[in-house]
């Protein structure tokens, strides 16, 4: 079993944190969300288990889902 502090550094290498919300401590996902430590627990876990793309697998991942890119970007003369 680990111990708190640990639990905490593990939580943190993958972006969890703990915060104080009106005297109640509350675990944020890396999306900033309120999560469980279980609900954490197992978002890790598939992590850990998902596959490793280089950056070339990923990217033919992507270009095989045909995104569309929307440029909106605009210039004034």
């Known amino acids: 079993m680990m111990s ?3 639990r905490n ?3 943190r290498r993958y972006h969890y944190r703990w915060k104080e919300v009106k005297g109640t401590w ?3 996902g ?3 969300w309120r999560v469980t ?4 627990e197992q978002n890790i876990e598939q992590l ?3 596959p490793v793309l280089s950056p070339q697998a990923w990217a033919m991942d992507v270009i095989e889902q ?3 890119v929307l440029d ?5 003369p």
Do not use: K, S
């Open 4 to 6: 708190r502090t640990e």
């Open 9 to 11: 550094a593990f939580l």
């Open 26 to 28: 509350i675990l944020l």
């Open 30 to 32: 890396p999306d900033g």
């Open 37 to 40: 430590e279980l609900e954490a």
């Open 48 to 50: 850990q288990q998902a």
């Open 66 to 68: 045909r995104p569309l």
């Open 72 to 76: 909106t970007e605009t210039t004034r």
